[in-house]
């Protein structure tokens, strides 16, 4: 993991690197608005980690997901994929300590969270989330692998893809275009700063839109 990249993507807006995404890649990077800001609204980025959930009626724990916990370095956002279910909850407070333990960056989740009360207290954790839910995996699905691609909506998450996320929401970027997606990103940032500098000064939005063509 390059630190001074993760640093870098930390400073720039989440929605310039989206744009940026979108140009770079050809592609959206951004996943659903449901999965939201559920513990924290600070600032997220790290590499990915990936965990995919299946369907089972074994009352079993969530093994590669515990694992991982533990074996995963430092900074890395976990991802667990379990097919758009917010009945269910697949991450809780006792995971959050782990996490926390080994110090991670956050968890990003096609499904929901609980013990949200706990988290905010005791850990101040960044849980994305498509839902709260009390409801347990167990009896219902279990983690079938880790370190895969997985796929969250239409996006698909490979381990080490960058993830970016605020309360504008999360977006992933593709390892082998982080660099040039940062740079765009970058670029976006200051135009924008400059753009919302003449719309203030000129008192005219449409002379700022003519000028930089962007809004």
């Known amino acids: 993991m390059d630190k001074n990249l993760i640093e870098a993507f930390r400073r720039v807006a989440t929605a310039?690197?989206?744009?940026?995404?979108d140009k770079i890649c050809g592609k959206k990077g951004y996943l659903d608005s449901a999965i939201c800001p559920r513990t924290s609204e600070r600032k997220i980025a790290g590499p990915a980690v990936t965990v995919l959930e299946g369907s089972t009626e074994e009352f079993v724990p969530p093994t590669h997901a515990l694992e991982l916990i533990d074996a995963a370095e430092e900074g890395s956002v976990m991802v667990i994929s379990i097919g758009?279910?917010?009945?269910?909850?697949?991450?809780?407070?006792?995971?959050?300590?782990?996490?926390?333990?080994?110090?991670?960056?956050?968890?990003?989740l096609d499904g929901a969270v609980r013990d949200i009360t706990e988290i905010k207290r005791d850990?101040?954790?960044?849980?994305?989330?498509?839902?709260?839910?009390?409801?347990?995996?167990?009896?219902?699905f279990k983690t079938l692998d880790s370190m895969v691609p997985v796929t969250i909506g239409d996006v698909t998450i490979n381990p080490g893809d960058i993830v970016v996320g605020d309360v504008d929401g999360v977006v992933v970027v593709p390892k082998e275009k982080a660099e040039e997606v940062l740079a765009m990103a970058q670029e976006i940032d200051q135009r924008e700063a400059e753009q919302?500098?003449?719309?203030?000064?000129?008192?005219?939005?449409?002379e700022g839109l003519a000028k930089y063509g962007r809004i």
């Open 16 to 21: 310039s690197v989206a744009d940026a995404v």
């Open 84 to 108: 758009g279910n917010s009945e269910v909850a697949v991450w809780g407070g006792l995971m959050t300590a782990g996490a926390v333990a080994n110090r991670l960056e956050a968890a990003v």
């Open 123 to 140: 850990f101040g954790f960044p849980v994305f989330a498509r839902a709260a839910s009390p409801g347990t995996t167990l009896g219902r």
């Open 196 to 206: 919302a500098k003449l719309i203030i000064a000129s008192g005219s939005l449409k």
